[in-house]
C-alpha cells in the first residue's frame, strides 16, 4: 500500500514562507515525477509546479519566480518551497506524484493560509 503524507502548510503572514513536503512511502520503488496543486474555494483545482523525472521544472505564471519545486530522490519526497506569500496563495495544496511502477497518487492536502 503507497501513502503520500504532506506536511508544511499552516498560517503565514503576507510576505512569509512556508515549505510544503511530500513523502510517499510504501511499495513505490521511487518516484518518477511529481507536482503541486492547489485549490481555493470556488475556484478548480490548478497546476502550479511541476518536475520531471530528470529533474526538470516548470511553474505557473502565478507563483514563478517565488515557489521552487524539488525533490530527494532517497526520501521519496517531493518539496514546495514558498516564498513572498500573498492572500491569493491561500489555498489547499496538494501533491501528486507518478512512480516507478506506472501508477500515480495524491496527498491528502495541507491547508495554506496567507494573512495578517
Known amino acids: 500500500q503507497v501513502q503520500l503524507v504532506e506536511s508544511g502548510g499552516g498560517l503565514v503572514q503576507p510576505g512569509g514562507s512556508l515549505r510544503l513536503s511530500c513523502a510517499a512511502s510504501?511499495?513505490?520503488?521511487?518516484?518518477?515525477?511529481g507536482s503541486w496543486h492547489r485549490q481555493a474555494p470556488g475556484h478548480q483545482r490548478e497546476l502550479i509546479a511541476a518536475?520531471?523525472?530528470?529533474?526538470?521544472?516548470n511553474y505557473a505564471d502565478s507563483v514563478k519566480g517565488r515557489f521552487t519545486i524539488s525533490r530527494d530522490n532517497a526520501k521519496n519526497t517531493v518539496y514546495l518551497q514558498m516564498n513572498s506569500l500573498n492572500a491569493e496563495d491561500t489555498a489547499v495544496y496538494y501533491c501528486h506524484v507518478w512512480t516507478s511502477l506506472g501508477k500515480d497518487y495524491w496527498g491528502q492536502g495541507t491547508q495554506v493560509t496567507v494573512s495578517s
Open positions: 510504501g511499495t513505490i520503488f521511487s518516484l518518477r515525477s
Open positions: 518536475i520531471s523525472t530528470t529533474g526538470n521544472t
